[in-house]
């Protein structure tokens, strides 16, 4: 059975740093490629960052120059650590795995991918 889990997020000021981990069981990302996606209440689901297996990473165009993605030879882990957060950085992070396409969607799932259970991201003063 495959599963994927996201931890590391919490609540931090603006202008604080998180690192979010997703731990994948029955896949290893040297084979998936992935993906973190983002969706905060009223709004679409969107892609925030992936990682191909060769370890070539793609930003969205808000989150680049503050957010990194990176597996570091794990082969059962990505980690993104996220620096410079802004409140509309806040919402429930996702990872999945093959890497979706698609850059927005109404909700974080699809059928052609695994998905974690998502972790919550506050960035508040």
């Known amino acids: 059975e495959v599963k994927l889990m996201e931890t590391g997020g919490g609540s931090v000021p603006p202008g604080g740093s998180l690192r979010l981990s997703c731990i994948a069981s029955g896949i290893t990302f040297d084979t998936y490629d992935m993906a973190w996606y983002r969706q905060a209440p009223g709004t679409k689901c969107e892609k925030v960052s992936s990682?191909?297996?060769?370890?070539?990473?793609w930003y969205a165009e808000p989150v680049k120059g503050r957010f990194e993605v990176s597996h570091r030879n794990i082969k059962n882990t990505v980690w993104m650590r996220m620096n410079s957060l802004k409140p509309e950085d806040t919402g429930v992070y996702y990872c999945?795995?093959?890497?979706?396409?698609?850059?927005?969607?109404?909700?974080?799932?699809?059928?052609?991918?695994?998905w974690g259970q998502g972790t919550q991201v506050t960035v508040s003063s």
């Open positions: 999945a795995a093959p890497a979706p396409n698609m850059t927005t969607m109404s909700t974080c799932k699809s059928l052609t991918s695994y």
């Open positions: 990682l191909t297996i060769d370890g070539r990473p």
